[in-house]
């Protein structure tokens, strides 16, 4: 049976409301809501965000992103949720550009990240673009599609990178350089909360040599390696985490793709430090100022020393997430 | 004066500028004990022991960032210039700001130098080999 349009956005409605009024007695029936939701039911939701957008694109006269899909592999909830956060992200700005209205992001749940957290993500992201559908007058409506269970956090993770991509294709202000520092900061700083925990160890490498002229496609190609080498020291700690292919079109590589990468590493790296338990989390940076793609070359520089150290810490120590916690 | 007795204040959100002002200050024997405030909020919070533990005796010296969560750099000087108590700091900002108002801003603001942080390790190394040279050599208030 299908449902007429209004049917599913009052169906959709009734279901984000689960999520944000949560009233005495109601947490318990929320919380199984939200782990009864599956890659399917969110492959669906971001199936509708990727529509509104191609509405609002088509408004706006813009591009369409023809790059090809992502090649990624065994991604989990929790990656796919930062990458959703990134989605998130593009969509607050495309309506603040539009609409000068901001709103706080998602918080980032404490315990394991479920599929359901991803839902509420993409469904806060895709009220933002609503708010910006509405801001520009656009009528037609999007219907929700047809839900294949068979749909894993890996399909989920690919049409959200797609979906980042033609966002940013939207923006006034896109993804820059000054983004990704930020993002590689603070994958220096759960680092560094992970290298406190090897007595000895420098939390913070030294600030390699600065290289002028470098692209994107450097701090990609960079980034890339340094996600590598956290994929072994995962490994080593008898962790699973997502495989990353080549890309075959480096050329076509924008800060934000390396923004999406960026995305990735913080999301691993607050997944190993939420295996420590009790060392707080850092704050997310700050807007940094004017960055250039070299700017980051040379954080991300940073970032492989620090792994490069954690990767001969942990060699020693496998065992080190379930030993005694923080030293710091 | 002695100035290596005196404590000096850094105000900075930036784990890795931090770092690298940690790194300057033991390359350079600059042995001032060195407080580190995330943001202007902080930063005052520890001038005024509002809730932390008050920094005894007061900070002669601080060196600043601009770009900050919370409270940025011209706000704390703001608030800073506008309490007689701390009036009379010597502040240094140490920025990758290279924007026109918040240097103009900063400045108005009475701050003893504006410096962009070099980008090298080493060139950041001798900027506060410069400014420890600066602060030796100045007699700062008592």
């Keep these: 049976m299908s449902l007429p349009p209004y049917a599913c956005g009052l169906l959709l409605f009734v279901t984000s409301q689960l999520f944000i009024v949560t009233p005495a007695g109601a947490d ?57 956060l990134t989605l998130f992200h593009k969509a607050d700005r495309l309506a603040y550009e539009q609409t000068r209205e901001r709103v706080n992001e998602p918080k980032i749940p404490q315990g394991e990240i479920l599929t359901g957290h991803v839902w509420q993500v993409v469904d806060a992201a895709l009220q933002r673009i609503r708010r910006v559908k509405n801001e520009l007058g656009i009528v037609e409506k999007s219907v929700s599609g047809i839900r294949d269970a ?58 390699p040599p600065y290289q002028r002229g470098k692209r994107p496609v450097d ?35 924008t800060p934000s793709d390396v923004y999406d990468i960026a995305s990735v590493l913080v999301a ?38 620090q792994l490069v150290t954690l990767q001969r810490e942990v060699a020693v120590a496998p065992d080190w997430l379930h030993g005694k916690g923080s030293t710091e | 004066m002695k100035n290596d007795t005196i404590n000096i204040l850094l105000v900075e959100d930036d784990e890795v500028d931090v770092m690298n002002v940690q790194r300057a200050f033991k390359k350079n024997h600059i042995n001032n004990e060195l407080y580190v405030a995330g943001n202007g909020i902080e930063a005052l919070a520890m001038l005024r022991g509002d809730g932390v533990e008050t920094i005894i005796p007061k900070p002669k010296i601080i060196l600043l960032d601009i770009n900050m969560p919370r409270m940025n750099g011209i706000e704390f000087l703001t608030e800073l210039r506008a309490d007689p108590a701390f009036r009379s700091i010597s502040v240094f900002v140490l920025t990758t700001s290279n924007d026109d108002k918040d240097r103009i801003a900063a400045y108005d603001l009475n701050v003893a130098g504006y410096i962009l942080k070099p980008v090298e390790l080493d060139s950041f190394i001798e900027a506060v080999a410069t400014l420890n040279l600066y602060w030796t050599l100045t007699e700062l208030p008592l």
């Design chain 1, 28 to 84: 318990g029936q929320a919380e199984k809501k939200l782990q009864s939701i599956q890659p399917a039911d969110v492959f669906l939701h971001v199936a509708l965000v990727r529509d509104e957008l191609e509405l609002i694109r088509f408004e706006m006269g813009r591009p369409n992103n023809h790059l090809a899909q992502i090649a990624v592999s065994n991604a989990a909830p929790r990656e796919v949720f930062f990458q959703a």
């Design chain 1, 219 to 253: 701090v990609y190609h960079r980034l890339v390696a340094v996600l590598a080498r956290l994929q072994k020291i995962a490994q080593q700690s008898g962790l699973a985490m997502l495989t990353l292919g080549d890309v075959n079109d480096t050329a076509e590589i």
């Design chain 1, 150 to 207: 068979d749909k894993r956090p890996t399909d989920v993770f690919r049409v959200i990178a797609q979906a980042d991509r033609q966002l940013n294709l939207l923006l006034e202000r896109r993804f820059a350089s000054s983004d990704v520092f930020k993002q590689v900061t603070l994958a220096i700083a759960y680092s560094a909360r992970l290298l406190s925990h090897f007595d000895g160890t420098q939390r913070i490498a030294a600030t």
């Design chain 1, 268 to 305: 691993e790296l607050a997944y190993l430090h939420q295996q420590l338990g009790s060392i707080e989390a850092p704050l997310t940076p700050h807007y940094p100022g004017r960055k250039f793609p070299a700017d980051v070359y040379q954080r991300a520089g940073i970032l492989e020393a």
